[in-house]
């Protein structure tokens, strides 16, 4: 199988600062891919590329072997890129259901005036996915929270739902923000499952952004290193590990007095 | 009402409006008391209550851009005038008939009211809030300097409308017209909120990027919000132009676009039931001021000179009042005062 996605030379400029500097690496269709890194190094931005909330200021940024780097970030999620975001981006005073049909907005065609009758099509093709959805919420154990406002859960669940919501889509290629972040250990293991499902069972292709090294190194099939911007490692956890400028980066280096 | 043992067993039943046999009884009563109104009511109520059902048409098409898309709007007054004036000009220059001249008053206001929210897209709260201000005064400006098609400052004068023979010069007649389309409103809104559309509007008002990244077209959205609401003020606007019979520009003023804000400010943002609580409150505030002050006058007889500034002064107290005590506005009170009664007498 071929790279889904692959990143040429991508940098990215905020005034003098550089956020990305000449990184390219590839995503294999179906594989797990991480990307680590200390705080600041440049990984939320990253995928905000990808996603397309930041332009790049050079490079090249295809999936499937085709340009998006001047998409609009609607039309990407059109091709199948789907988001799960950092800090929880939900729509707090929707329920878990909308939050999730939301997901697939772009796969429903019902307009201002079918959806305003609410007769034949629409209320047909609101069925059709709610169908859809439904599995979603079967397959992140949802259920009893379907119709509660998404504002008034706790922490972790809201970090399940914003997985779900971007899962609804059906995507090729799933980008998880820090899924993990800020969970205990139990909550961890469970999320780890369910990527290890989507990869395994929904044949998606996963990038995971994570600070917890153990669960990356046991997940993915490669892994790519930022710091300061700068991709300082790529290849598969073994070779990460031996990597002398990721250990660098990540424990520092060894002086002698 | 039962609210336990209700199970679902299909999406199709999950999704109806009147879910059991209860809703749809009350929602039969409630509609069977609306058009009951006029048997029991004088004219000059059934009157009042007409330009309740309006002015909800307004405040529900306001709703649908303020309160479920977040694009605070000040230029409603001026949108009303669109749609006023659209009508006036098709019945009275051009003689066509009032019903194809409603449906035309509601697409050209929809159109002009879309144009004006192409800036929608790179301005944000207050900001857009000071651009659509520009949007009231310029169409005031354009109403009141072309003569030749509006009147000038004189206006127009209009006709009430007939179905074949019959005639519905009567606050009656005139009362069912407006509650029916008042009806198709709610319907249409009330749909169009569960429905995709609705999910991309709520999205944009809440949080912009997510939405971008859901796959909604953030421009196209708000340019459409703008739209659907600007077609109810204009549908509004006709019928309060065929009700008071007249058009001229100081009937749509900036005051007009205030009012409509304190309506959904005061019956609750984004929500259908409470544009309509909030259009009766703010319509029927001052008839209910001024019969406080007939009471009063027994004994204070100058209080009759003060009732201008009387009005005014209250009107703003009771936006202030609301926006710190009860920011969810009127159908929110409607919802605790229901939650209340639900566990009667056991609240605990």
Same mark, same amino acid.
């Given at each position: 199988?071929?790279?889904?996605?692959?990143?040429?030379?991508?940098?990215? #400029?905020?005034?003098?600062?550089?956020?990305? $500097?000449?990184?390219?690496?590839?995503?294999?269709?179906?594989?797990?891919?991480?990307?680590?890194?200390?705080?600041?190094?440049?990984?939320?931005?990253?995928?905000?590329?990808?996603?397309?909330?930041? #332009?790049?200021?050079?490079?090249?940024?295809?999936?499937?072997?085709?340009?998006?780097?001047?998409?609009?970030?609607?039309?990407?999620?059109?091709?199948?890129?789907?988001?799960?975001? #950092?800090?929880?981006?939900?729509?707090?005073?929707?329920?878990?259901? $909308?939050?999730?049909?939301?997901?697939?907005?772009?796969?429903?065609?019902?307009?201002?005036?079918?959806?305003?009758?609410?007769?034949?099509?629409?209320?047909?093709?609101?069925?059709?996915?709610?169908?859809?959805?439904?599995?979603?919420?079967?397959?992140?154990?949802?259920? $009893?929270?379907?119709?509660?406002?998404?504002?008034?859960?706790?922490?972790?669940?809201?970090?399940?739902?914003?997985?779900?919501?971007?899962?609804?889509?059906?995507?090729?290629?799933?980008?998880?923000?820090?899924?993990?972040?800020?969970?205990?250990?139990?909550?961890?293991?469970?999320?780890?499952?369910?990527?290890?499902?989507?990869?395994?069972?929904?044949?998606?292709?996963?990038?995971?952004?994570?600070?917890?090294?153990?669960?990356?190194?046991?997940?993915?099939?490669?892994?790519?290193?930022?710091?300061?911007?700068?991709?300082?490692?790529?290849?598969?956890?073994?070779?990460? #590990?031996?990597?002398?400028?990721?250990?660098?980066?990540?424990?520092?280096?060894?002086?002698?007095? | 009402?039962?609210?336990?043992?209700? +199970?679902? !067993?299909?999406?199709?039943?999950?999704?109806?409006?009147?879910?059991?046999?209860?809703?749809?009884?009350?929602?039969?009563?409630?509609?069977?008391?609306?058009?009951?109104?006029?048997?029991?009511?004088?004219?000059?109520?059934?009157?009042?209550?007409?330009?309740?059902?309006?002015?909800?048409?307004?405040?529900?098409?306001?709703?649908?851009?303020?309160?479920? !898309?977040?694009?605070?709007?000040?230029?409603? /007054?001026?949108?009303?005038?669109? /749609?006023? +004036?659209?009508?006036?000009?098709?019945?009275? !220059?051009?003689?066509?008939?009032?019903?194809?001249?409603?449906?035309?008053?509601?697409?050209?206001?929809?159109?002009?009211?879309?144009?004006?929210?192409?800036?929608?897209?790179?301005?944000?709260?207050?900001?857009?809030?000071?651009?659509? %201000?520009?949007?009231?005064?310029?169409?005031?400006?354009?109403?009141?300097?072309?003569?030749?098609?509006?009147?000038?400052?004189?206006?127009?004068?209009?006709?009430?409308? !007939?179905?074949?023979?019959?005639?519905?010069?009567?606050?009656?007649?005139?009362? +069912?017209?407006?509650?029916?389309?008042? %009806?198709?409103?709610? @319907?249409?809104?009330?749909?169009?909120?569960?429905?995709?559309?609705?999910?991309?509007?709520?999205?944009?008002?809440?949080?912009?990027?997510?939405?971008?990244?859901?796959?909604?077209?953030?421009?196209?959205?708000?340019?459409?919000?703008?739209?659907?609401?600007?077609?109810?003020?204009?549908?509004?606007?006709?019928?309060?132009?065929? +009700?008071?019979?007249?058009?001229?520009?100081?009937?749509?003023?900036?005051?007009?676009?205030?009012?409509?804000?304190?309506?959904?400010?005061?019956?609750? @943002?984004?929500?259908?039931?409470?544009?309509? %609580?909030?259009?009766?409150?703010?319509? @029927?505030?001052?008839?209910?001021?001024?019969?406080?002050?007939?009471?009063?006058? /027994?004994?204070?007889?100058?209080?009759?000179?003060?009732?201008?500034?009387?009005?005014?002064?209250?009107?703003?107290?009771?936006?202030?009042?609301?926006?710190?005590?009860?920011?969810?506005?009127?159908?929110?009170?409607? %919802?605790?005062?229901?939650?209340?009664?639900?566990?009667?007498?056991?609240?605990?």
């Amino acid at each position: 199988m071929g790279p889904i996605l692959e990143i040429e030379n991508v940098s990215l #400029q905020f005034g003098g600062v550089k956020a990305l $500097d000449n990184v390219s690496y590839h995503i294999e269709k179906g594989e797990i891919f991480s990307l680590i890194g200390p705080n600041g190094a440049g990984k939320t931005s990253m995928l905000n590329c990808i996603s397309g909330l930041y #332009q790049p200021t050079g490079g090249s940024i295809r999936y499937k072997g085709q340009e998006i780097i001047n998409m609009k970030p609607y039309n990407r999620t059109t091709l199948g890129i789907a988001r799960a975001f #950092q800090n929880i981006a939900l729509f707090a005073h929707m329920s878990v259901l $909308d939050n999730l049909k939301l997901g697939r907005h772009t796969l429903m065609k019902s307009g201002a005036l079918s959806g305003g009758l609410y007769i034949g099509k629409s209320s047909n093709e609101e069925i059709e996915h709610r169908k859809k959805v439904e599995e979603v919420i079967e397959f992140l154990e949802l259920q $009893d929270i379907r119709h509660t406002p998404v504002g008034t859960l706790p922490y972790g669940l809201q970090k399940r739902v914003e997985v779900g919501r971007a899962l609804a889509l059906g995507p090729e290629l799933i980008l998880l923000d820090e899924p993990m972040a800020g969970m205990n250990s139990t909550e961890k293991d469970l999320m780890a499952r369910f990527i290890l499902d989507m990869h395994e069972v929904m044949e998606i292709t996963v990038v995971l952004i994570e600070h917890d090294l153990g669960i990356v190194m046991n997940l993915s099939d490669h892994i790519a290193v930022l710091d300061f911007g700068k991709r300082i490692g790529f290849g598969t956890p073994e070779e990460i #590990q031996k990597n002398p400028d990721v250990i660098k980066a990540y424990i520092g280096e060894e002086t002698f007095i | 009402m039962r609210e336990c043992g209700n +199970y679902k !067993t299909t999406y199709r039943d999950d999704m109806k409006l009147f879910g059991t046999t209860g809703a749809k009884i009350k929602a039969i009563i409630i509609i069977l008391t609306i058009l009951a109104l006029p048997l029991f009511a004088s004219s000059y109520w059934v009157g009042l209550l007409t330009l309740c059902a309006i002015a909800s048409v307004g405040a529900i098409g306001l709703n649908i851009l303020t309160g479920l !898309t977040g694009q605070i709007s000040i230029g409603v /007054g001026a949108f009303l005038g669109v /749609g006023g +004036y659209t009508s006036a000009i098709l019945t009275s !220059t051009a003689g066509i008939s009032f019903w194809v001249a409603l449906p035309i008053a509601g697409i050209v206001t929809a159109l002009i009211g879309g144009l004006f929210g192409i800036p929608s897209l790179r301005l944000k709260g207050l900001y857009l809030a000071i651009a659509t %201000l520009a949007a009231q005064v310029i169409i005031l400006f354009v109403i009141s300097r072309w003569d030749g098609l509006t009147g000038g400052t004189a206006g127009m004068v209009l006709s009430r409308p !007939t179905i074949g023979q019959f005639s519905l010069s009567s606050n009656t007649g005139y009362y +069912y017209l407006c509650v029916i389309i008042l %009806l198709l409103t709610v @319907l249409y809104a009330t749909n169009l909120i569960r429905s995709r559309t609705g999910r991309a509007f709520l999205a944009v008002r809440d949080r912009d990027i997510a939405a971008q990244i859901m796959g909604i077209n953030l421009f196209k959205y708000k340019v459409m919000a703008f739209a659907i609401s600007s077609f109810f003020v204009g549908i509004a606007g006709a019928l309060l132009a065929h +009700y008071t019979m007249i058009v001229s520009p100081e009937l749509y003023s900036f005051h007009v676009s205030i009012e409509y804000l304190a309506m959904i400010l005061i019956g609750g @943002l984004g929500s259908i039931f409470g544009s309509i %609580l909030g259009a009766v409150f703010i319509t @029927l505030l001052p008839v209910g001021l001024s019969s406080l002050i007939d009471v009063m006058a /027994g004994i204070m007889p100058d209080l009759y000179q003060l009732f201008s500034a009387f009005k005014d002064f209250v009107f703003g107290a009771v936006i202030i009042l609301f926006l710190i005590f009860e920011p969810g506005g009127l159908a929110h009170i409607w %919802l605790n005062i229901k939650k209340y009664f639900r566990l009667w007498p056991f609240s605990y």
